[in-house]
């Protein structure tokens, strides 16, 4: 008995000891998966990282050279708003309020949609001198962190089952798509690319892990980087959590549970066993057999605690093993669709700190409601993408690029051909490829994608969600391709019809291939390199595939194919980034200083509150118009101007009734000065390349870039005391009529600032001929020709050089100068005219040593050529070939002409470049025109016309020995031929005709004279001068204006009223002596509080709106997370027990 109650207690302790073997090994498994999934996914990141920052060596990029990806918008706002945000940072200039945007408000708006991501706080670091090394580092970490978390939705989602060269491959695919280098430029989107794959990871927890709590972590977060993307990723994880219910087969999960268990346990269990068997001999064969029995307790306990097998005994199961199935897959939806609408509730109420303000900043600017037309119609050719997705290619209305690597292309493709996939989860993905087609093509689809705001430029700037669905598909396909026997042959099969596909649509056909040999592979280098690594990705996967031995073949084969993935990739990114970068940030940061300096010594002149305006910026276009409107939010000077697309719809209306037209609802447009308006808005000083009547010039502040700084006698004060009259409401269609009213209302007397000018009209074909007749007297004469839409026109006053006039960023009013004025003009002054100058004089003395080295070579003959291996005529070629791009906007090698940069692009070149094609011969049966209306953008211009360097789809280069005149400066320079004719008539006419002057204006369109009215009026500045001089005797003295708070003190009477020509808008408090009072509002815009009799003392601060109950919805929705968290561990835990 003894003996026997011996061997049993021996038993039970060797049971509990292999149980607790069992359960470390389990949780140190777990630890080592994490930890490889992390090595994995780091080293993704730094793939993409070094991919990205070898294209920027190679192309002369910060911080290895001058350039930078910053194009476009990015170069028009974006530097400027980084700018700014170092101020922030700093603690110089606060967030909630600025008078440096727009005529003053708040920056929350700013902030969320551009600034919020938290890689922006690294310009802590970098300063305002390095904002374009922080732009290119920024897209680097960016990309190389939607590399890592790619990577490890890759491995978390199909359970570590796709091998580590697949995932890399895959994720360097989708941190290099071909909508993160094209979009590099807009980098706050950038975040939701590396936010939807942990987003749709949380999305697959919900429904499969029965927890929220990453979905709701993910979402707010996203929406903290950028709520217009995020809101597209929350919109498409709505389609992905109906794929993924769907798609996801649990069967083959708890398959492969069950395996790992048995494998787990027995190898647990070997030594035991040994240990049993010699115990058996050693004894008896009764402990043999209780050693078995605690193997196979043990055994039993690890399937129980198994992941999915739990409840495989629990009274739940029974239930649902007794219940019909269509019922329990109807209650597994609606279950996990309530949790799935949870979790993204409670992701958005977490947000809530900065979400909350911003929907209301929102409904003050571009996200008020506004009614869209939805067409029903199909936009562009459905097998558009197909043709397109080749390396180089570029978005274009009707048209998505979504070049993400061969692989995606072909292993997706592969997925329907499987055998070890299911025919619903073969449905499923066909399914949502369907809705990824509609996206692109269905006008509705495409405007719910865009968040109902019709997209003019930055075509399908949600297309990474199809590329993620592609790449989704070729992990899903390779995680379980190693179980398919003959199916594996559908990879080359695949590859070689998507290759075929592209040529065949691309108009390469077999019998042009055989005519032309390579000449026809040379002039369609991008299309053959898609195709030929297609199918070299495609049979090195298959040899992937079929190899289950780890061996040398197998790591050759695994580093050619990330070579070859990570090649057509940079490749990819190295044509447009060629192309598309921006050259001029050595003219930006010499603007910057110039313009600080010029700034300083003003305000040392002169420490009150104003606002100063300027005509010209540091950039104009060929059409002499510009978009550069946030100098102020850089510089921290308060102006008239702006360009954000969190714009206040009120100061907007301000401005289009002063005669300042906004463009797209997101930026205000001033270029010649409205005299009148900009008194009105406090404008005290003008930085102004030419004189203007009335303005005087300050001679203690030096020029610079062609502007000099005049001061407007005429401006109002910040604050002033009038008697409180209103505007009559009424609708205001002539500006100058409005300003009368307004000046009237504020001076107290009936004002008449603007007179009718008598004028001609005279239409010419195309031209529309105009005769001003300027009375005699003080006037500045305006114009304003009112147009129903865009006529891409241009003006010239007087003969002068022409510039845009109804087209995009051209301005409303004009001025109509004297021709003494235009003679004074400083602008080609500035910086620009003078990079522009120089780039002409050194492309002539190019030129001219081009034509001497030519006569030279040709005065040597033939036999020179032969002395120095060449056949005639090679040698010229070969200087053609191995010549420099010149010019500021053209890259530079780093490393010199025979550095490593240098020898890799002249490789890209080689490879990627395609030669121009022979001018009687169409190799790719379709004209210029048919493609470029089917296909990719071969202008490279948007319809804003941001895109100024062209960019080429072939990366071919534009030959610098022969500039042809842009289609632009041919009619500018027809206009400015006409206008002068005209006005050498008009001149000689002034003399005897009882006016002062006879100006002349002439217009030109291709687009038809449909004008709606024509104003010219005259600005009598002796009437403004009365009128100011009347408004400024209220001028109130004791004032300290700071962001976000005003203070003043001053003596009043009853019914008068302080006007601030500060804009009120929701978050403004203000009080009267000690006591909160209501403000009002002249111009619909401008704060006025009335005033009582006696000492008044004003006090006004801003409060950014709802942000202390987006404080308490967040604390609330993580409190509420976290005790779900609590609650589910706990749970969990005594599940364990």
């Not at 490890?152 to 570590?160: A, K, M, T």
């Not at 209501?1078 to 950014?1104: C, F, S, W």
Request: aromatic fraction near 12%; hydrophobic fraction near 40%; glycine fraction near 8%.
């Amino acid at each position: 008995m003894m003996d026997k109650a011996a061997v049993v207690a021996g038993n039970d302790t060797q049971e509990s000891v292999v149980e607790l073997e069992m359960t470390e090994t389990m949780k140190e498994k777990k630890r080592r998966g994490w930890f490889s999934r992390f090595v994995i996914s780091c080293l993704a990141f730094f793939l993409v990282f070094g991919i990205i920052n070898l294209l920027y060596y190679v192309l002369g990029m910060e911080p290895f050279g001058t350039r930078a990806v910053s194009i476009d918008d990015a170069k028009i706002q974006y530097i400027d708003f980084f700018t700014y945000y170092v101020d922030v940072l700093h603690g110089v200039r606060p967030l909630s309020y600025d008078f440096g945007n727009m005529l003053g408000g708040s920056s929350i708006g700013l902030f969320s949609y551009y600034l919020s991501s938290p890689f922006n706080l690294l310009l802590y670091y970098f300063g305002k001198k390095g904002v374009y090394k922080f732009f290119d580092l920024a897209v680097a970490l960016k990309l190389g962190t939607a590399g890592a978390t790619f990577s490890w939705f890759l491995q978390r989602r199909f359970r570590d089952r796709i091998r580590s060269v697949f995932v890399l491959a895959l994720s360097m695919g989708y941190a290099l798509m071909q909508y993160s280098v094209a979009q590099s430029s807009n980098i706050m989107w950038l975040d939701g690319v590396y936010m939807l794959p942990l987003i749709l990871l949380g999305v697959y927890e919900v429904i499969h892990k029965k927890s929220v709590w990453r979905l709701v972590l993910t979402t707010a977060f996203c929406i903290f980087c950028n709520w217009y993307i995020a809101g597209i990723c929350c919109l498409f994880s709505g389609i992905w959590f109906l794929f993924e219910f769907f798609f996801y087969d649990k069967e083959e999960d708890e398959i492969e549970d069950r395996k790992e268990s048995s494998k787990k346990a027995d190898s647990l269990l070997a030594a035991d066993a040994d240990a049993a068997k010699d115990a058996a001999v050693a004894k008896d064969a009764a402990a043999a057999k209780n050693i078995d029995a605690a193997k196979n307790t043990a055994f039993a306990k690890n399937n129980l605690s198994a992941k999915g097998m739990r409840v495989s005994r629990s009274r739940g199961m029974y239930q649902r093993a007794h219940t019909p199935g269509i019922l329990v897959g109807i209650t597994d939806f609606v279950v996990s669709f309530c949790r799935y609408v949870w979790g993204m509730g409670l992701g958005v109420a977490m947000s809530a700190v900065l979400f909350l303000p911003v929907i209301s900043a929102m409904r003050k600017g571009k996200g008020q409601y506004e009614e869209v037309k939805i067409l029903m119609d199909l936009t562009g050719d459905l097998l558009s993408s197909v043709r397109g997705y080749v390396i180089g290619t570029q978005s274009d209305r009707g048209f998505a690029a979504l070049f993400c690597g061969s692989i995606a292309v072909f292993a997706a493709a592969a997925l329907i051909f499987s055998g070890s996939v299911k025919l619903r989860q073969k449905a499923a993905f066909i399914a949502l490829a369907a809705v990824c087609l509609m996206m692109l093509h269905w006008e509705p689809a495409m405007l719910a994608f865009s968040l109902m705001k019709p997209a003019k430029s930055y075509w399908y700037r949600y297309s990474f969600l199809v590329c993620f669905t592609m790449l989704f598909g070729a992990g899903a396909y390779l995680s379980r391709a190693e179980k398919d026997k003959w199916t594996k042959l559908a990879v080359p099969v695949c590859s070689i019809l998507y290759a075929a596909a592209v040529l065949k649509l691309n108009g390469i056909h077999l019998a042009d291939f055989t005519a032309r040999g390579m000449s026809l592979v040379s002039m369609h280098k991008p299309v053959f390199v898609t195709a030929a690594a297609s199918v070299i990705l495609a049979l090195l996967t298959l040899v992937l595939l079929s190899d289950q031995k780890r061996g040398p073949a197998r790591l050759a084969a695994g580093i050619l194919l990330l070579a070859v993935t990570g090649a057509e990739l940079w490749g990819n990114a190295w044509l447009f980034w060629k192309n598309h970068s921006d050259g001029s940030q050595e003219l930006y940061m010499e603007y910057s200083e110039g313009l600080g300096k010029q700034l300083s010594r003003l305000k040392s002149l002169d420490r009150g509150y104003y606002r100063i305006a300027q005509d010209r910026t540091r950039h104009h276009y060929e059409d002499d118009l510009t978009a550069y409107f946030n100098d102020s939010l850089a510089q921290n000077y308060w102006s008239n101007t702006a360009y954000t697309s969190s714009p206040d719809n009120a100061q907007l209306s301000l401005m289009w009734r002063l005669g300042y037209r906004d463009e797209a609802g997101c930026m205000m447009i001033v270029r010649d000065p409205v005299l009148a308006s900009d008194s009105f808005l406090g404008v005290k000083y003008l930085l102004q390349s030419t004189p203007v009547r009335g303005l005087k010039r300050v001679k203690n502040v030096d020029s610079f870039n062609g502007r000099s700084v005049y001061l407007n006698p005429y401006a109002l004060p910040m604050a002033f005391v009038y008697d409180g009259s209103k505007l009559p409401t009424r609708r205001y269609d002539n500006t100058f009529d409005y300003q009368n009213a307004l000046f009237s209302i504020l001076s107290g007397r009936k004002t008449e600032l603007y007179k009718p000018l008598e004028w001609t009209r005279e239409n010419r074909d195309n031209k529309a001929f105009f005769r001003i007749f300027i009375p005699e007297g003080d006037y500045v004469a305006y114009g304003n020709l009112l147009w129903p839409e865009k006529m891409d026109g241009l003006l010239s006053i007087n003969g002068d050089v022409p510039f845009g006039y109804c087209r995009w960023t051209s301005p409303a009013v004009f001025m109509i100068k004297s021709r003494s004025e235009q003679e004074q003009s400083e602008k080609d002054q500035s910086l620009q005219a003078i990079a522009q100058a120089e780039k002409e004089r050194l492309a002539e003395l190019e030129a001219a040593g081009q034509a001497a080295n030519g006569q030279e070579a040709a005065g040597q003959g033939i036999n020179g050529q032969e002395a120095a291996g060449q056949e005639p005529g090679e040698a010229s070629q070969t200087a053609l070939n191995s010549g420099t791009e010149s010019g500021p906007e053209q890259a530079q090698d780093p490393s010199g002409e025979k550095g490593p940069a240098a020898l890799l692009n002249r490789l890209a070149e080689k490879i990627l470049v395609s030669a121009e094609p022979e001018a009687d011969t169409d190799f790719t049966g379709q004209d210029d025109q048919e493609l470029n209306k089917e296909g990719s953008n071969l202008t490279g211009q948007d319809d804003q016309g941001l895109n100024e360097d062209g960019p080429n789809l072939t990366g071919q280069e534009q030959g610098p020995e022969e500039e042809e005149l842009s289609l632009t400066q041919q009619q500018m320079l027809d206009l400015q031929t006409a206008a002068e004719a005209y006005d050498w008539e008009e001149e000689d006419t002034v003399d005897g005709s009882g006016y002062a002057d006879i100006r002349t204006v002439v217009f030109r369109t291709e687009k038809g004279l449909t004008f709606k009215d024509y104003q010219f009026y005259g600005l009598d500045l002796k009437e403004l001068k009365e009128a100011s001089q009347r408004i400024q005797s209220g001028e109130v003295s004791d004032i300290k204006m700071e962001n976000g708070h005003i203070t003043c003190s001053l003596e009043g009477r009853r019914g008068n009223s302080l006007c601030l020509l500060v804009p009120w808008t929701d978050g403004w408090v203000a009080w009267r002596n000690g006591e909160p009072v209501q403000p009002d509002t002249v111009a619909g815009t401008m704060i006025t509080i009335p005033l009582e009799n006696g000492e008044n003392r004003i006090e006004l601060k801003y409060h950014i709106p709802y942000l202390q109950e987006g404080m308490y919805i967040s604390a609330a929705a993580f409190a509420v997370l976290l005790i779900d968290c609590l609650r589910r561990a706990l749970r969990s835990r005594k599940n364990r027990r």
